[in-house]
């Protein structure tokens, strides 16, 4: 388990009254209870279940009743920094709803890794404290979700630690989880979904953020969610694996993402969890493949911000490239998706030219070694048995255009007709008019030279170029400061506009 952070009021906690607190409705027997759990070590308090789920109960009662429905507290939840503790003890007077607030969360994560350090058989366990007799999960579980909802724009601590906490408690109940936690008492596994979901939903609507602070809160749950294969479903069928593959794709190409490289190794460990889901799920497979994962994957190993996030990248790419269709494709999903699929859009994003500089270099990593060469083969082989067309395809549906012998005269003198597309809908000329919008110069000046040759090798190709709006948007960029793209947007315009370019030329 990642540590949580100290609370900022870490020190007030010894200075904490119960009797006084009348706001928490404690009983006589409950405030007993804390004080016990006080005066000995954890262990000795968790020691049987009775006491166990008892001391949970309490522990969650006092985060329900000092959290309140009202939102986070007016002075602790915005500190950043651990107070000294005249400090902090001073904070317990001003905000004492604040302290206990804080008090709580640190209890129950002191206590969730008590209980997932105990060892397999032991008589306590998550399943025997977190969930009732009948097996479900026991209802005072609630105020963790409401710490989360409620946090707005502060308390990261408390959200942090509730989110962190919320996961291990649901992943007790999850079937994939038994034999790793607890399989001796009962557990009714509805219990957890709809919990489960909520949490899922509370971290997707986290990274939508692009800030790093909402990247701290949920990256540590995140991880930890992905060692259960309910928990990666619910996140991958919630969008996730877009949310992933955009703050990866900004944090390698200086987008807004300000995720530091340590945000960046866990959010790619993420990903490469969620492609073990590939074989089994055609969805997943497709969400994949709909959201540029392999892209955000083969810039973190073209930009090598740190060898362990290209060692996971690589180990992504590698599962993606090898995954088979176990199932057979969704309803929704209009072509199966598959290992071959995935390499075509790793060649697309030039990948194989990456991948052939890292094997030149002496590389001391085993698995390092290893991926490249399972990519290097599989890469090579897949790229033989493509035409020129497939390449260039794989291309532009990447988004990572590069200069080459795809994008000369030649090139589109062969090619021309088969812009059309097999549905003769001229997807790829909507595909290269949308890059003209990029945020890469050197895609935006590509895409204008490909759509200039378009019109001048295919027939009428002015007039189609104008109807998908080509010249509009092409036109806008004649004025770009960078002159290269500003040459080739006039170029292409020119060539829209004049019937017989090859005279003029």
Not at 298 to 304: E, G, K, N
Request: with cysteine.
């Amino acid at each position: 388990m990642s540590n949580l952070p100290h609370s900022p009021v870490t020190h007030a906690f010894s200075g904490i009254q119960w009797d006084p607190m009348q706001k928490l409705r404690l009983t006589d027997p409950e405030k007993l209870l804390l004080r016990s759990a006080e005066a000995n070590p954890i262990d000795y308090t968790l020691n049987n279940n009775e006491e166990s789920a008892a001391y949970v109960k309490v522990v969650l009662k006092v985060l329900a009743e000092a959290s309140g429905a009202s939102g986070p507290s007016s002075k602790v939840s915005y500190l950043k920094d651990l107070l000294p503790e005249d400090e902090a003890l001073q904070m317990l007077f001003t905000d004492p709803m604040g302290v206990v607030t804080h008090y709580a969360i640190t209890k129950l994560y002191d206590i969730v890794v008590c209980l997932k350090d105990k060892k397999r058989g032991s008589a306590v366990s998550m399943g025997s404290t977190f969930f009732n007799e009948d097996g479900n999960l026991i209802d005072e579980w609630r105020p963790l979700l409401r710490v989360l909802h409620l946090g707005g724009s502060g308390d990261a601590f408390s959200q942090r630690g509730a989110a962190y906490c919320l996961a291990y408690i649901l992943m007790a109940g999850c079937p994939s989880q038994r034999f790793a936690t607890d399989r001796s008492c009962k557990i009714n596994h509805s219990s957890v979904e709809e919990p489960l979901q909520a949490l899922v939903s509370w971290i997707t609507s986290q990274l939508q953020s692009s800030a790093s602070s909402s990247l701290s809160l949920v990256t540590p749950t995140l991880t930890a969610l992905m060692s259960c294969a309910e928990a990666r479903i619910k996140f991958a069928n919630s969008g996730g694996i877009g949310y992933l593959s955009r703050h990866l794709r900004n944090g390698t190409k200086g987008g807004k993402s300000s995720a530091t490289v340590q945000q960046l190794y866990e959010l790619c460990f993420c990903v490469w969890a969620l492609t073990y889901e590939c074989n089994s799920s055609a969805t997943v497979r497709a969400t994949f493949a709909r959201d540029n994962a392999v892209n955000s994957l083969v810039d973190l190993v073209s930009s090598a911000p740190r060898e362990k996030v290209v060692r996971v990248a690589l180990s992504a790419l590698r599962t993606l490239a090898q995954c088979t269709a176990d199932d057979a494709p969704s309803s929704s999903t209009k072509k199966e998706v598959t290992g071959s699929t995935f390499l075509n859009e790793m060649i697309g994003c030039g990948l194989i030219k990456y991948i052939d500089q890292m094997k030149e270099r002496q590389q001391t990593d085993p698995d390092i070694v290893e991926d490249l060469d399972v990519l290097h083969k599989l890469l090579h082989e897949n790229f033989r048995e493509m035409s020129t067309w497939d390449v260039y395809l794989a291309e532009v549906q990447s988004g990572s255009l590069e200069w080459g012998f795809l994008h000369t005269e030649k090139f589109f003198k062969e090619n021309a007709k088969k812009f059309e597309g097999p549905n003769s809908d001229f997807s790829i000329v909507k595909m290269l008019v949308a890059l003209t919008t990029s945020n890469d110069t050197e895609v935006q000046a590509i895409a204008c030279y490909d759509i200039g040759e378009f019109v001048r090798h295919y027939p009428n190709g002015r007039v189609i170029a104008r109807s998908l709006g080509a010249k509009d948007i092409v036109m806008k960029l004649v004025d770009h400061a960078d002159k290269e793209l500003q040459r080739h947007a006039l170029t292409a315009v020119s060539k829209m506009m004049v019937q017989n370019w090859a005279a003029v030329h």
